[in-house]
């Protein structure tokens, strides 16, 4: 009877004590990390959403030769012409994926040893998801920022200025990928802070 209450549970730190010790504490913490885990769900296949159907037409003057009046052509902006628009779609449709397998999975892990190994394997890819989550946003905010400010150096021009409504869905898409990315981040913390706990004692 004594080592069952000492079955070792990763997600609520209840390692090696007493249940009675921690009351309230297992309900806690795992209502915390599924929270955070909808919440990345929701978060990241928004994101993907709000890119994927972020497309905008445009007439726009061109001049072929100076002294002959512009030419006005349709041109269209559509997120997979950009390989960092791209990168962020894909990104975040893993993302949400695996958000959605990590909490299928946690709910249904209930052995004390099974949980332990889960634990820690859902860890190292809930690091692996942020990594890359942060990396195409950093991507799409660099060529967002081109976009809404071009560079004199190499002689691009912003196209933000035309493709104002494409530009401003993609900023909402980054905003939600990198709250997405937060709340895999959280996740990392409480998993840390849950570990710390675990083996301290």
């Not at 004390?112 to 195409?136: E, I, N, Y």
């Not at 002689?155 to 035309?162: A, D």
């Not at 104002?164 to 909402?172: P, R």
Request: with cysteine.
């Amino acid at each position: 009877m004594e080592s069952q209450n000492k079955v070792g549970n990763s997600f609520d730190g209840t390692t090696g004590i007493d249940s009675k010790q921690v009351v309230g504490t297992p309900r806690t913490v795992s209502y915390c990390d599924l929270i955070l885990r909808v919440l990345a769900l929701l978060l990241t296949v928004t994101s993907a959403i709000v890119l994927g159907v972020d497309k905008q037409t445009k007439v726009v003057p061109i001049q072929i030769v100076p002294t002959l009046p512009a030419i006005n052509v349709a041109a269209q902006a559509k997120w997979h012409y950009l390989s960092a628009f791209v990168y962020s779609m894909v990104a975040n449709i893993i993302a949400g994926s695996y958000a959605a397998i990590s909490t299928v999975m946690v709910l249904g892990s209930r052995n004390g040893k099974a949980r332990v190994g889960l634990a820690q394997t859902v860890a190292v890819l809930d690091v692996l998801v942020v990594g890359m989550l942060f990396s195409a946003n950093g991507a799409a905010l660099a060529i967002g920022l081109m976009g809404y400010k071009g560079n004199s150096h190499v002689r691009w021009n912003k196209v933000c200025n035309v493709f104002d409504k494409f530009c401003d869905q993609v900023a909402v898409s980054i905003v939600l990928s990198l709250l997405g990315s937060l709340s895999f981040t959280a996740l990392i913390v409480l998993t840390v802070l849950t570990f710390h706990k675990r083996f301290a004692r």
